[in-house]
């Protein structure tokens, strides 16, 4: 999660100019930039798109359809000659298995039809499910003064690990260029990474325009520029991409529309993680500026995104969090603030014989900090029921694993039972060196309606933290989430003087093995060889694949890199495999 | 689950003719059933397969490979000249994304070349994971003698609803015919019914018999023996048909491999639900019978082979149900006793001040019949104390929704500590209609390892219960579940005086409008229209809809009809859909 400092003298003054220009309203980049290469001089006439990166909610296809057509007459307004809309934006994305019934493919056709019925004076292109002798495609229409004036079936469909839309979609044939007056427009559907092919024939045929519309979840990783740029300037064809934004359960869509003129340069960017009706002409000339990326500015904004429209399309507001006192909690607790407004977010303090002073302290000092309502509870009266009903005795000096086990679950049953009163959702602060490693109780830390920062690795959550305190500091002088939380030994505090060192190595190095067994699937001689302690490695990989019975009911992971616990990772839990 | 009752008069005198047959040794039809119509008199030559319907661990190379070796030897012994093993059986199946790691998938090579210089005097034939300029392909070998004589590659890999293969393989090309000596074989993976092209092309080249190696899980539905009837008749080869057997996760594999001759009549049939090595010659004339399908019978032996499979595969023993003295935790607890030994259950009776006598009585009643150990726990205490955090009274005539969430998490969590502490695995009563309709408390009933009854629908439960009692008064003329268990109105028992009856029609009604709404995607009207109240099952749908998140953390449901929750079932969470 670097900041990516490497930059040009020439990028640092254009970023500059940048800036110098950040607060005119219009986010189209100006003609005027007079110091920066032109290569190609812009075209006479101008040809306003206006790109529609719109938040649907899967299912409201009634919803989605008012949103569309809100938005088509608010393009046709402001002078658009054509409007894009994202990829399935009728059903939204991903619909998965309500892609089964047929009522719901019914009523996406019927709202498609009243799409078409109110397009007048605009062209329109946007994503809906198309049936055709009883198969479904995965499409694209494009449609003026209540006509359609073509259809586009997504022809590669993705075996994703996130959705497998071959589960439903047939693949369509190949790509025909649509006539829209005198634009003749080829349109792709989502993984422009795969429809090189596609592109080809539609630039033999001759197109003046390239449209693709998209629902492309966030990954920390992935960057769709880059590849619509070489696109592009390979086939001197202006590219508009219309990608959809906000959170669908686990998923959370980024937006970051754009275009890029035919010579590969980007002429227009939209917002990344809102909403935006934007009009970008096709025929202007692009910048070679390319904004630095931020990675953990933009995992902050993913995930508050993310708890923000899981609570609103649930039609949730409070939510409840455990407050340990430790990183984890802190910084779930502080995005879920961000996120819902610290009206919106209870504390629960959930202490034992076992929990130190300086955690309370902490615990109290975060809540304080985040101007949070909170309560305490002490679990031991609950925890030694429970202890002695399985034979134990909950002596604080020899306190067992079942024992450890207990202290877990009745903070769970805690917050649940809570949140249950309350109409709220719990959120669990679980992460993911965490999740890989099984270093949890099931019906533990990992209970809740949503996991926030379960695609974090420890590491991860410590630069979010030190990113949230750079954000709050401008607020206030103090460090928002207390020093002492960031330098403290993590301990799960389920046994006197326990230490996460004890089992675990620095989260530094549990990190890297981890994501070399996990993302990168390199075996235990690889890593071993990468100068890590092959002991090590193999107790760490063995904690991976013997846990995986507990990943398999834990909460809804917000993903935010390609490779998250959740569909991208499915293991076997009974298995004889060890490596 | 009818016992399918309509049998002709001239099958049920093959069937008394078959139960005289049933004790000699061989499973083989005898040639002297002078009786039956032989539509083609038996080539002179035998030709013997041995079928090798193994049980093999996910995962586990090594052990597999072992087993392959051990059954080739003991084939060669028997006199076999070709024997027969289920798909990627050296890996086991589904292997998952185990087959992403390369040292995973090398290992397979070289146990399958371990296999090759084993394989001496006898062909054998295997599935494994063919790794071919860096894409792997679900493939079978065929060896002869320390040579490979021939390598096929599955060329339609299902998107299927258990396991996408798509997501690891690649399709291979036509399949080609494979001389072994004087034979000439085809050979087809796993979903005959989409290789019909295949065969179709190897018959035209020639062959004089059909292989299929499978790993096609045990649903209710399905019978695997009429397509491949229909093709040995049509392409007039005989069809050997080998599928794996045991329990991986939540699949039962059910074995019931066959021959059918050339005329499609099924001249051999192996276990169902136990691993065999089976000598078949395929020359041998077929005979017309077709054993009656005891749906419930099978349903019975498919999850006392899932609950086994699943202790033995994770290396656990014991078990522990919490048993209420209702139908579900009875029958649970019966099977799980079947499975596993009266010695490995451990009964826990969680009673409250809300349980009737009647229910604590059943309880032990059903205990005591098993013979199992068990104790009870009152859960007051521990209830009152969360009630009282929650903010709430536990007023015994005045309990709200959240003081029964209480109850059932509390009952889960002690169920949960007790197996910690004494090494063993909760299992979950939940059955499918529950599930369904999210009847259910998240993290309370729905919690454990193992869910064995939740793909049954509580009509099912019924079934399964009669046959329980059918099954043990053999051996005591008592009904093994008590009367009282299977005629007391169901309920929860979380509130004084519940009924099931209270929140939902009988359950008659509701499997059957869950099936038509789960398992057929009619939609509300449809449903209505077969004369079901039009509010009634709204209210149903909506249940079902809205009770998705409880479903995405629930415990593995044994699978036993192919459209059990889980995979076959991707609901989102976050939608706008009400149908």
């Known amino acids: 999660m670097g900041k990516g400092k490497k930059k040009s003298k020439v990028r640092q003054k254009q970023k500059k100019f940048q800036k110098s220009k950040s607060k005119t309203k219009s986010r189209q980049y100006s003609q005027k930039k007079a110091s920066l290469p032109a290569k190609t001089p812009t075209k006479s006439t101008a040809y306003l798109v206006a790109i529609a990166q719109i938040n649907t909610l899967v299912g409201d296809i009634s919803g989605n359809t008012k949103k ?63 049936k055709e002798n009883g198969v479904l495609y995965n499409a694209v229409a ?34 025909d260029i649509i006539y829209a007056g005198n634009l003749r427009i080829g349109i792709i559907i989502a993984k422009h990474t795969e429809e090189e092919t596609a592109i080809q024939q539609l630039v033999a045929k001759g197109i003046d325009l390239l449209v693709c519309i998209s629902a ?65 002409d096709i025929n202007k000339a692009g910048s070679s500026f390319i904004p630095s990326k931020d990675q953990t ?43 819902l407004g610290k009206e919106n977010v209870i504390g629960i303090i959930l202490s034992s014989k076992i929990t130190p002073k300086e955690s309370l302290q902490d615990a109290k000092k975060i ?14 009266p609950i925890v030694l029921l429970y202890a002695r009903a399985a034979g134990c005795s909950y002596d604080k000096k020899n306190i067992s694993f079942t024992e450890q086990n207990i202290q877990t679950r009745t903070r769970a049953a805690l917050l649940m039972n809570y949140a249950n009163k309350n109409n709220a959702l719990v959120l669990s602060a679980i992460n993911k060196t965490d999740l890989a490693t099984g270093y949890f109780t099931i019906y533990g830390e990992a209970t809740g309606a949503l996991a926030p920062i379960a695609d974090l690795w420890k590491t991860q959550v410590y630069l979010l933290a030190g990113f949230i305190n750079v954000l709050q500091k401008q607020k206030s002088k103090a460090n928002f989430i207390p020093e002492s939380i960031i330098k403290k030994q993590p301990s799960q505090e389920l046994r006197l003087g326990q230490k996460d060192s004890d089992d675990l190595p620095s989260y530094d190095v549990l ?63 009974v298995s004889g495999w060890r490596g």
């Not at 494009?142 to 047939?170: A, M, W």
């Not at 500015?297 to 993913?302: D, G, N, R």
């Not at 984890?328 to 995005?335: E, G, I, K, R, W």
Request: glycine share 6%; proline share 3%.
């Open 142 to 175: 494009c449609v003026r003064d209540q006509k359609i004036i073509g259809i586009q079936n997504k022809s590669h469909l993705p075996v994703s690990d996130i959705y497998d839309e071959k589960r439903y979609f047939t693949e369509g044939s190949n790509a």
């Open 297 to 339: 500015s933009e995992v902050y904004q993913a995930i508050t995104l993310g708890i923000r429209d899981y609570f609103a399309k649930t039609g949730h507001a409070k939510a409840v969090i455990g407050i340990s006192g430790g990183l984890d909690s802190s910084v779930t607790a502080t995005l879920a603030v961000h996120a």
């Open 367 to 380: 809540c304080g900090n985040l101007g949070i309502v909170w309560k305490q509870v002490n679990i031991d």
């Open 216 to 280: 492309v979840p966030y990954s920390i990783e992935k960057n769709q520029e880059q590849y619509a740029m070489l696109i592009a300037k390979k086939y001197q064809v202006p590219y508009v991409y219309c990608n959809c934004v906000g959170a669908q359960e686990n998923l959370v869509f980024e937006g970051a529309s754009f275009v890029v003129d035919k010579n590969g340069l980007v002429s227009a960017r939209l917002k990344k993680f809102g909403e935006e009706l934007f009009l970008a």
């Open 68 to 130: 569309i057509i809100a938005y088509m007459e608010q393009a046709k307004e402001r002078g658009a000659q054509l409007v894009v809309f994202p990829e399935l934006s009728i059903t939204g994305y991903p619909p998965k298995d309500l892609l089964f019934r047929q009522d719901f493919v019914d009523t996406n056709m019927q709202k498609f039809i009243e799409i078409v019925s109110a397009c007048k004076g605009i062209i329109a292109v946007f994503g809906f499910v198309n």
């Open 511 to 573: 990190d890297k093995i981890l994501q070399l067994y996990v993302v990168h699937k390199k075996d235990i001689h690889e890593i071993a060889k990468m100068k890590f302690d092959a002991e090590l490695v193999r107790k760490i990989v063995f904690m991976v694949v013997k846990s995986e019975f507990k990943r398999q009911q834990m909460p809804m992971p917000l993903r935010i890199s390609s490779y998250s616990f959740g569909r991208s990772w499915q293991y076997p839990v």
